[in-house]
């Protein structure tokens, strides 16, 4: 934390301004701030061949999501829909979210696009992302002189 | 704003206590002859839901179990899963005999018909 002695020009902005900086500079990266932007939650497992993703998607239609993948970046988009039941119904409660929503994941290695495989069963969506053959590691032979 | 008290120390704890339970987020309508309820429950199967109407009070509760991978590690935890717990009290007369619960893509819905008691009557006023 740097502070600048600056008395004679001192300006109540500057004052607020450094205090906005601080306050970004404490949610920054920090868990709170990050969960509001990361929807849908994931969970990542992996070894050196695959990479599976899982996410909390409750009540999205199959048909509304679309999965990309290039190289190690996926991608995840889709729109959940509310379940208004009809248009008189009053609503007592809302906090159920709905709307658009895309988010990028960076895997740890590139993977075969064309063998990813996603399934969506009781609202949980997983995919399957093998490892491109050509990034596994390769053992090296040693060889005696 | 009582639903939030309880809520936040419950979220708070869910990254250190396993055990601690969590709070399913839910859509309430009300309709004319019913009640609905949506709730959100990723991963829960219909046997690990038990729903019971006690005295008004309506109670969703369960667990929802963590996917598992064979050979695996995890590398990332967004989410965590375990036991999660929700009520409300339901202030009209309800058909106890007429619930009904669907999950339909991780989504709990559930109606509530009201009791013929408690349907809103319509008084004709009669010409002196």
Same mark, same amino acid.
């Given at each position: ?18 205090? !906005? ?7 920054? #990266? ?42 190690? !970046? ?40 064309? +063998? ?5 069963? !009781? #609202? ?13 590691? +390769? ?7 | 704003?009582?639903? =939030?008290?309880?809520? *936040? %120390?419950?979220?708070?704890? $869910? ?5 601690? $339970?969590?709070? %399913?987020?839910?859509?309430?309508? $009300?309709?004319? $002859? ?7 429950? %990723? ?7 038990? /729903? ?7 109670? /969703? ?41 669907? *999950? ?15 349907? %809103? =009557? =319509? /008084? ?5």
């Amino acid at each position: 934390m740097y502070w600048i002695e600056h008395r004679k020009n001192w300006s109540p902005f500057d004052e607020l301004r450094s205090l !906005q900086r601080e306050v970004n500079r404490l949610f920054d #990266g920090a868990e709170t701030a990050a969960a509001i932007s990361r929807y849908p939650a994931v969970n990542i497992w992996g070894n050196n061949e695959k990479v599976v993703v899982t996410a909390e998607l409750p009540g999205v239609d199959p048909n509304d999501l679309e999965i990309n993948v290039v190289n190690n !970046q996926l991608t995840i988009q889709g729109e959940r829909k509310g379940d208004k039941p009809a248009d008189e119904a009053v609503c007592h409660r809302a906090e159920r979210g709905t709307g658009k929503f895309v988010r990028t994941i960076r895997l740890p290695y590139p993977v075969e696009s064309d +063998q990813v495989e996603a399934t969506y069963k !009781q #609202g949980m969506l997983t995919i399957n992302l093998p490892r491109q053959e050509a990034t596994k590691p +390769q053992r090296i032979e040693i060889k005696a002189a | 704003m009582k639903e =939030k008290e309880k809520q *936040l %120390p419950e979220k708070m704890r $869910e990254g250190q206590t396993p055990r601690a $339970e969590f709070v %399913p987020q839910v859509d309430i309508y $009300e309709m004319k $002859e019913a009640i609905l309820i949506y709730c959100d429950l %990723p991963g829960v199967s219909q046997d690990q839901l038990e /729903i019971t109407l006690e005295q008004q009070e309506l109670t /969703i509760r369960g667990e929802q179990q963590m996917q598992q991978f064979e050979e695996l590690d995890n590398m990332k935890s967004e989410y965590a899963t375990g036991l999660f717990r929700r009520s409300f009290k339901v202030p009209q007369a309800i058909d106890d005999a007429n619930i009904k619960a669907r *999950l339909n893509n991780g989504v709990l819905e559930l109606t509530l018909a009201k009791a013929k008691e408690a349907l %809103p =009557k =319509k /008084i004709t006023v009669q010409a002196a």
